[in-house]
T-cell receptor
């Protein structure tokens, strides 16, 4: 089974709506990294979370790591077409921070 | 501009042929990584290197080989033993193990089989 589960698999929202996507682990998340990818391109780093309860924001995107450090959520406020893409979470699952395990990604479409 | 350069952008492989994907970085990063991305599969780690002249197998190393002779370069060879090489290949680099080991990615190489 997948060590990192992302949900939902895909999401279509109307421009201006808020949305939340999730990344759930079967193991402790020692470090959780959110990336965004446009189809056929490389990954762009968004945010990194390490401490339980930590929350970070960048422009209209907020990411949280829950207290138990096994789930992270990414919230987008007032979505725009520029938010469309694939959102992937990557995690350090062994504490050594030497490599990341990635989820399958969530495809977000934003309708104008 | 600092960054990670992957070449070529598109590559075609014939049956039984080995092909090499290039990855170069000028970020002075110690660690470099190779991932394979298939539709609906996310990223899977092929090989990674934390220092020059050393590398470790990732989750799907069979049919691939790497070298790390220079800090800035981490080429990936897809050998004829890899029976299903068609995929999008991504290279990344980072400062190395530590509190903020953020990986930065190249633009990718799409490999197809003729």
């Amino acid at each position: 089974s997948q060590e990192l589960e992302q949900s939902p698999q895909s999401l279509i929202v109307q421009e201006g709506k808020n949305l939340t996507i999730n990344c759930t682990s079967s193991k402790t998340l020692y470090g959780l990294y959110w990336y965004k990818q446009k189809y056929g391109e490389g990954l762009i780093f968004l945010m990194m979370l390490q401490k339980g309860g930590e929350e970070k924001s960048h422009e209209k995107i907020t990411a949280k790591l829950d207290e138990k450090k096994q789930q992270s959520s990414l919230h987008i406020t007032a979505s725009q077409p520029s938010h469309a893409g694939i959102y992937l979470c990557g995690a350090d699952l062994n504490g050594a921070n030497s490599k990341l395990t990635f989820g399958k990604g969530i495809t977000l479409s934003v309708r104008p | 501009d600092g960054g990670i350069t992957q070449s070529p952008k598109y590559l075609f492989r014939k049956e039984g042929q080995n092909v090499t994907l290039s990855c170069e970085q000028n970020l002075n990063h110690d660690a470099m990584y190779w991932y394979r991305q298939d539709p609906g599969q996310g990223l899977r780690l092929i090989y990674y290197s934390q220092i020059v002249n050393d590398f470790q197998k990732g989750d799907i190393a069979e049919g691939y080989s790497v070298s790390r002779e220079k800090k800035e370069s981490f080429p990936l060879t897809v050998t004829s033993a890899q029976k299903n090489p068609t995929a999008f290949y991504l290279c990344a680099s980072s400062i190395g193990p530590g509190a903020k080991n953020i990986q930065y990615f190249g633009a990718g190489t799409r490999l197809s089989v003729l």
